[in-house]
C-alpha cells in the first residue's frame, strides 16, 4: 500500500493592522509516496481579504485545487 503524504509550507509578509487588507504569499506543496517526492506544486499569488484564491491545476484523472483565504487571528 502507497503511503500519500502531503507537505504545504506557506510564507506570507507579516502585516500591520491598518494594512492587512491584501498579502504577497508563496506556497509549496510536495506529493510524496513512500518517502518519494513524486510531483511539486509551487505558486506564488496575492490574496485580498474576503475573497478566496484559486488554482485549479486539475488533470482528466485528478481533481488538484489549491485554495487559499486570508484572516485575522482575532477578526471578529
Aim: charged share 20%.
Amino acid at each position: 500500500m502507497n503511503k500519500l503524504t502531503t507537505l504545504i509550507f506557506i510564507a506570507t509578509a507579516i502585516l500591520a493592522a491598518p494594512t492587512w487588507a491584501s498579502a504577497s504569499c508563496s506556497v509549496e506543496v510536495n506529493h510524496v509516496v513512500n518517502g518519494t517526492v513524486i510531483e511539486t506544486y509551487t505558486k506564488d499569488f496575492a490574496v485580498t481579504r474576503g475573497v478566496v484564491f484559486v488554482d485549479d491545476v486539475s488533470e482528466v484523472q485528478r481533481q488538484k485545487r489549491f485554495t487559499a483565504t486570508l484572516a485575522r487571528v482575532d477578526d471578529h
